[in-house]
């Protein structure tokens, strides 16, 4: 078990780049507050670029943690699985209002009644195996987080239960679960393989990877915390194969900033593609949703991306049609930051 430091923690504040919006002082009060261990962010718009970071890179022993730490970034993966199924769409090997049966057969129960479209913006209304004790990596599980699942082993959990039938948009990770096996079926190869071959190799990110079974994250990077009896627990290293397509990825603010300009700027996928990506459902979330896509409404317009959470790691990667963006990482602290605090970060971002 470990004690939040606070002394230490609002004291290593960084920065580095151009001369986008500063936005320490506001990771600082979320440190400050108990919100976080540490905090960093990317800050991009017509005048150039603001990176920093705040906190502890580790409460015990200390140290900075660096504006280029790596970071898990929890659902944002669902943004790059989305991508790969669009462009399968675009080379003609799908069509979105196809039900998931024509593709997987004897997989989904009801498949014949779901399509790709409704597993993409979680109009499915397909159970969450997440929702399941144990089965979630947003809460501690012990020696349980280095076990390895598979797949199918995930389905048969969500399988096993079904949603009420009460109209509503439900968010659910099972949805890219399947997306990840429809993906390996249409290819012939991992779907991590695809996001690599397809997104993350022709864009240079160098340093976003899918790991698989591998536990640990690339240097450098903060620690993740759990507040459990009290203190903090470290949570950094876990397999994150629980969470495989809806989940898994690790990445950097500067390799998340250079995804999403490159989608949003329409060079990953078709215009046609793009504009369904960016049709949204109501959720009632605080955000609207379109295909692996999250619209906030923000005073000053929309602004488009995904967030995302794996215990010990909070991600939002947002970017707005004008060009300006921000990438924020947080470590939780023994609280979760507000929606408030965050959200006011992107306001001051896209408004100020």
Request: with cysteine; hydrophobic share 35%; charged share 20%.
């Amino acid at each position: 078990m470990m004690q939040t430091m606070m002394n230490v923690l609002v004291a290593g504040a960084v920065a580095a780049g151009g001369t986008g919006v500063d936005v320490r002082a506001d990771m600082e009060r979320i440190v400050a507050g108990d919100g976080a261990t540490a905090a960093l962010a990317r800050v991009s718009d017509a005048t150039g670029t603001w990176s920093g970071a705040v906190g502890a890179r580790d409460v015990e022993r200390g140290g900075r943690p660096s504006p280029k730490g790596h970071f898990r970034i929890g659902s944002v993966t669902k943004t790059f699985v989305a991508t790969v199924v669009l462009q399968l769409v675009d080379e003609g090997e799908l069509a979105l209002d196809d039900p998931i049966e024509q593709y997987l057969p004897g997989l989904v129960p009801g498949g014949s009644g779901i399509t790709v479209r409704e597993l993409l913006n979680h109009e499915s209304h397909l159970y969450d195996y997440m929702s399941e004790p144990g089965y979630s990596t947003n809460r501690w599980r012990g020696d349980a987080r280095f076990r390895s699942y598979q797949p199918r082993e995930l389905l048969k959990v969500a399988f096993a239960k079904r949603l009420p039938d009460d109209g509503k948009w439900h968010y659910s990770n099972t949805n890219y679960v399947v997306l990840g096996l429809l993906v390996e079926k249409l290819t012939g190869r991992p779907y991590g393989e695809e996001v690599e071959r397809r997104v993350l190799r022709p864009l240079g990110l160098r340093h976003t990877v899918v790991p698989g079974d591998r536990p640990g994250l690339p240097s450098p990077h903060a620690k993740g915390y759990e507040p459990l009896s009290g203190g903090l627990v470290d949570a950094t290293r876990m397999n994150p194969s629980l969470d495989w397509a809806a989940g898994e990825m690790i990445s950097t603010a500067a390799d998340l900033e250079t995804f999403m300009a490159a989608l949003l700027g329409g060079k990953l996928t078709s215009r046609e593609s793009l504009r369904a990506m960016r049709t949204t459902v109501k959720t009632e979330a605080g955000f609207d949703y379109g295909l692996g896509l999250q619209a906030y409404r923000l005073p000053c317009g929309t602004v488009w991306g995904h967030s995302g959470e794996l215990i010990g790691y909070q991600t939002y990667a947002f970017r707005s049609d004008s060009g300006k963006s921000l990438t924020l990482s947080i470590n939780p602290s023994t609280r979760n930051p507000t929606t408030a605090e965050v959200m006011g970060i992107a306001v001051k971002v896209f408004c100020g």
